[in-house]
Each structure stands twice: as structure tokens, then as C-alpha cells.
């Protein structure tokens, strides 16, 4: 290729709150990104790949706040849309009104619009409805991490708009071998956001209520001050059931990621990954969360979301956890075993590579 050859421009949309018009600075040093898997497994993946392709990145977090964050918007070849989401009313407005405004823009300059699309919005009665919408509406393409959230997103999209299945990639650099169990405490870890904590919450009367022979357990909850704090007010109603139960509140550090997860995963025997098939706003879920567990090298238990039942040669899925943890620690050398052969092979696809 030649090196004097012009690049071609893709503007890349995402939202932060704290940053207002470009936003490269935070591709450019990953752990800056924050704890959303969205950026970190497929985001960045892209803006690393679209370099490769001789385009030139332009990476804009819009806000209807701030008018000046438009004049940043200029004649791209592509735009590719990150997820986009806020946490509060006024966030959303704020990001819901700027990149409907900026997507127009560059929709109107001839951009193609790409779409990465993680998150089941449509479900939703609020005005991430209606920017998604409209997303779908002037895509070109998008982008989905799983088959059942293509499929359930099916009805939404415009018949000219192509479409692909890119799975999310494991975040663990190494592959690791199960833990063996010493002496007669089993340890367990849960990990993940503040929207996947209630879950877990939902299951611990049944769970501190589980004996199994003279065991005692360890919880590591690798989660966010929110998190921790939603534990310790469940623990203080179940105090009779906890007397074979340690509990290990670890905060997750953004900076240290994913070796701190790593770490975690590795020291534990077994992962609950609990969640609801018939929660809308999990529905299509992606695979990321059982992948990294299992090549942590633990037992992993899940609930049977549709992406994670297409593990399940390798992984514990079903809806009923606690009678599944008592089964993974009656029978952990034989699922060990089964892990360790069949792992590679059925991980192979999400291979960063």
C-alpha cells in the first residue's frame, strides 16, 4: 500500500459522560475505558481493525449540551455506532438527542452506517426505544455478539441493511486448569455489573441453605461498591444459614483488568453466572461472561440463556443453580475432566485471533 496513499475517515460514535467531543484519547490507553464490555471487547477491537484497513479513526462522545461537540462531525466514509447507553433520565436525553442529531449528519454526508448492537433496547418503553429505532432504521449493516439477538432483533430491521454475527472474544489471555480442592472448603466466585447482582441475591437463602457432606464454602462477590453493599444487606437476613459460608468482598479495578479477573477466576473452583431467560433486557446475551469463566479454569454454572446453552458440553446450564452446585462439587474431578478435554475445542471460535 502506498504510504502516501489518504486515509479514509470512519467517525466512530460512543457516550461518556465526563468527555465531550473526541474521545481517542481513551482508545489510546484501553484501561482508561472503563468497566463496560462493550468498549473493551468490541469497540476497541473495531477501531484497532478499521486502522488496519487505512482508515482514520475519529472517536466523538456527543452531548446536546454542548452544541460545539457537532462541529466535530465531519464527512466520513463510515460511522460506526458503540453501544450507547447512560445511567440517569437527563444522561439518556442528553446522549439520545446528540447522536440522533450526529447520525443524521453523517447518514445525510453519504457515511455508511454501521451498527454494533449488544444489548436487547427493544424491549424498552423509554427513549433508547426510539434511538435505536431510528439506528436500524438508516443502518447498512450491524453487527450482533449472539444468533438469538439477531433473531429476536429481526423485525426491526430494514430489508436493505446486511447483517453479521461477530462473537465477543475471550478477554483471558491464558487458558487454566481447574483448581484442585483441598481439604473440604470449596470456593466459589460471582462477578459482573450491578444489573446482574439481583440475581445472584435472588438465590442466596437457597444456596447458604445447601450442605453438602461436611463442606464449607467461600462467595468471592467481584463486583462494584453497589454490589457489595446489596450483599451485606441480604447477609444480615440470612444469618442462620451462613454459619458453613465465608464471605470475600473484592472491589473490581478497572486499571487491573483483565488480570485481576484472571486471578480470580483461577483461584476459584467454581463460577455462578445466574440470570433470567425471560428478562427482556437480558435476553440475547452474549457469551463473554461463561467463556472467560470457563477459561479461568472453573466449573461454571449458568442459567440457561440461549448463548450459554451452546456450551453446555462444557458448562453446567440450567435453571435450577443450587441443585447444579451441589452436582459440580459431588462429581468436580469427572466435570473437570470434561472441561479440560473439550475446552479448546469448543472456545476455538472466540479466539481474539
Not at 468527555?19 to 482508561?32: D, H, I, R
Not at 468497566?35 to 484497513?53: G, K, M, T, V, W
Not at 429505532?133 to 426491526?156: N, W
Not at 453466572?273 to 472453573?298: E, Q
Amino acid at each position: 500500500m502506498n504510504k502516501n496513499q489518504q486515509k479514509k475517515i470512519l467517525t466512530a460514535l460512543s457516550y461518556f459522560i465526563d468527555v465531550q467531543g473526541e474521545a481517542k484519547a481513551l482508545f489510546e490507553k484501553p484501561k482508561s475505558l472503563g468497566s463496560a464490555a462493550s468498549l473493551r471487547i468490541q469497540l476497541l477491537p473495531a477501531i484497532r481493525a478499521i486502522q488496519r484497513l487505512n482508515y482514520q479513526p475519529k472517536i466523538l462522545s456527543l452531548h446536546a449540551k454542548n452544541p460545539e461537540t457537532f462541529d466535530l462531525v465531519q464527512k466520513s466514509e463510515v460511522c460506526l455506532i458503540g453501544k450507547l447507553s447512560a445511567n440517569s433520565p437527563e444522561s439518556m436525553r442528553d446522549m439520545t438527542i446528540a447522536n440522533l442529531a450526529g447520525i443524521s449528519l453523517l447518514k445525510s454526508s453519504g457515511s455508511k452506517i454501521v451498527v454494533q448492537y449488544c444489548d436487547n433496547t427493544f424491549h424498552r418503553k423509554d427513549i433508547i426505544f426510539d434511538l435505536y429505532k431510528y439506528i436500524f432504521s438508516v443502518a447498512d449493516h450491524i453487527v450482533f455478539p449472539s444468533k438469538a439477538l439477531q433473531e429476536m432483533s429481526s423485525r426491526h430491521i430494514n430489508s436493505k441493511t446486511t447483517q453479521s454475527i461477530i462473537l465477543d472474544p475471550w478477554q483471558l489471555p491464558s487458558s487454566h486448569i481447574p483448581q484442585k480442592i483441598s481439604g473440604n472448603e470449596i470456593r466459589l466466585i460471582w462477578y459482573g455489573s450491578n444489573k446482574n447482582i439481583w440475581y445472584l441475591l435472588d438465590l442466596f437463602e437457597k444456596i447458604f441453605s445447601l450442605h453438602v457432606g461436611n463442606t464449607n464454602f467461600e462467595l468471592t462477590i467481584l463486583g462494584t461498591p453497589f454490589s457489595h453493599e446489596q450483599v451485606k444487606k441480604r447477609i444480615k437476613m440470612l444469618q442462620s444459614h451462613t454459619s458453613n459460608w465465608k464471605l470475600r468482598l473484592v472491589p473490581w479495578l478497572v486499571k487491573l483488568q483483565p488480570k485481576q479477573l484472571e486471578f480470580e477466576l483461577d483461584r476459584a473452583h467454581i463460577s455462578l453466572i445466574p440470570s433470567d431467560p425471560k428478562d427482556p433486557a437480558k435476553a440475547g446475551v452474549s457469551h463473554n461472561r461463561l467463556v472467560d469463566s470457563i477459561r479461568g479454569g472453573c466449573i461454571s454454572i449458568a442459567s440457561p440463556m440461549e448463548s450459554y446453552k451452546e456450551l453446555r458440553n462444557i458448562a453446567l446450564v440450567g435453571n435450577n443453580i443450587p441443585m447444579l452446585m451441589k452436582q459440580a462439587i459431588e462429581n468436580y474431578d469427572k466435570y473437570c475432566a470434561v472441561m479440560s478435554e473439550k475446552r479448546d475445542e469448543c472456545l476455538q471460535k472466540f479466539d481474539p485471533s
